[in-house]
């Protein structure tokens, strides 16, 4: 927190993983100055990250649910960093984030698919290996598309190879066949779902 307004200048690509969290009741220059130059020059340097932008917080540590992600901030804290700080104890590779939220309607086209992992993952276990899957509901169709890859190898946004159609339903399945650099793979499967809304720029 605030780390952006005077320093930004000393990330660098080994910069530590970072969780950058910013209450909607955080001072202003700070919430529209300060905290997106911080996640710019993380994402300049493709530094692995997690940006939380808390809401009914302001300058203090993430707890609580968040409704607008769908997660436990408190959870996401220590999932993310026991990934780092207890190598010893081998634990499996955790889904953090997933976009859309699971059971979200009226999504836009345009809102990106994407899954957060800690730690850093093994990218082809999830690109090459079909370790995490997009599906219509209606026909249990596989949407073929690729994968951008970002946040040090922690985040991995899906691009549909077709535009996906309004009023649809998706789902989005995280296998237990991915698996983080060190060769643990995830303990249980990961389910998001979501329904496509208008296209509003038709």
């Known amino acids: 927190m605030g780390f952006g307004l005077y320093r930004p200048q000393y990330i660098s690509k080994d910069y530590a993983p970072t ?44 707890y609580g649910y968040d409704n607008i992600l769908g997660i436990d901030r408190y959870r996401l804290v220590h999932d993310f960093f026991d990934r780092y700080l207890k190598p010893e104890s081998k634990l499996p590779p955790v889904v953090l984030l997933m976009t859309p939220r699971n059971e979200k309607t009226n999504v836009s086209i345009y809102e990106p698919i994407s899954v957060h992992f800690a730690p850093v993952m093994d990218k082809k276990s999830i690109t090459d290996e079909e370790g995490v899957k997009v599906i219509r509901l209606k026909d249990n169709a596989k949407i073929n598309g690729s994968w951008k890859i970002s946040n040090g190898g922690t985040k991995f946004t899906f691009i549909p190879g077709q535009q996906l159609k309004e009023n649809e339903r998706y789902k989005v399945i995280v296998t237990t066949g991915v ?24």
Do not use: Q
Request: proline share 3%.
């Open 179 to 202: 698996k983080d650099k060190a060769g643990n793979f995830l303990d249980k499967e990961v389910i998001s779902e979501f329904t496509i809304g208008k296209d509003i720029f038709k």
């Open 19 to 62: 969780i950058v969290a910013c209450g909607e009741n955080e001072r202003l220059y700070v919430r529209i100055v300060g905290h997106p130059n911080f996640v710019h020059f993380l994402e300049k340097n493709d530094v692995n990250h997690i940006e939380l932008l808390m809401e009914g917080l302001g300058h203090e540590l993430p």
